[in-house]
């Protein structure tokens, strides 16, 4: 799977939009874009994933570049409980060990009130 | 409906014991999979099971660790004469099935301590 790089941390204050960046500039044209977060103490959490255009679920919104290298992960309305790690993860479609989730380090995003 | 589930969400252990992991998976989810998360560190893939079958245990450390999954549900991730570096949360997830972009759900992991 492509490598992904993300800040270490960012900040958010409460009630604004958050936005998430990833690198993924070895991506693939076979390789989607996945997020995932991870609260404190608890196991990650499934937010979104695409392939090429832009997604928007109940959760947030994913914007992939048209070069697809590198995208953002939009939680429009931050609260205090989006305080967490996330993941920002390339899986190839199908084949080869695309049910493999390869993480990184990801971005710890703190809401402030 | 239930989540995954993971027992014990604790375990303190002492070097060299044998410690089995426990993982019920979302009812139909034919993919399980296990990870390790050690301290400031992502899930690391260790394990992934298509049924009862282990399709790939590349991510197993060594071969003092071993899964099962015998009737293509609960699976049990034992670890034998346990060391001081196998703390970590292990986590357990499942998914509709491996191949194909599903998503996987995680349960809470087991906070495995050796001493």
């Known amino acids: 799977d492509a490598k992904t790089t993300q800040p270490t941390s960012m900040d958010c204050a409460e009630g604004r939009a958050a936005n998430l960046p990833c690198n993924h500039s070895?991506?693939?044209?076979?390789?989607?874009v996945y997020w995932y977060r991870q609260i404190h103490s608890q196991g990650p959490q499934y937010i979104i994933h695409?392939?090429?255009n832009n997604e928007t679920n109940e959760m947030a919104s994913l914007i992939i570049t048209e070069d697809r290298k590198s995208s953002t992960l939009i939680l429009p309305h931050a609260t205090l409980r989006d305080t967490a790690v996330y993941y920002c993860i390339v899986r190839v479609v199908s084949g080869g060990s695309n049910y493999k989730l390869t993480f990184g380090k990801g971005t710890l995003l703190t809401v402030n009130p | 409906g239930a989540g995954v589930s993971q027992t014990p969400s604790n375990k303190v252990t002492e070097k060299g014991k044998y410690v089995e992991l426990r993982c019920d998976p979302i009812s139909g989810h034919t993919a399980l999979y296990w990870y390790r998360q050690s301290l400031g560190q992502g899930p690391e893939f260790l394990i992934y099971?298509?049924?009862?079958?282990?399709?790939?245990d590349s991510g197993l450390p060594n071969d003092r660790f071993f899964a099962v999954r015998p009737e293509g549900s609960v699976s049990t991730l034992k670890i034998q004469r346990t060391e001081r570096g196998d703390s970590a949360v292990y986590l357990c997830a499942s998914s509709l099935a491996g191949t194909g972009p599903y998503e996987q759900f995680f349960g809470p992991g087991t906070r495995l301590t050796v001493l």
């Open positions: 070895t991506i693939s044209g076979n390789e989607y």
């Open positions: 695409g392939l090429k």
């Open positions: 099971f298509q049924g009862t079958g282990a399709a790939d």
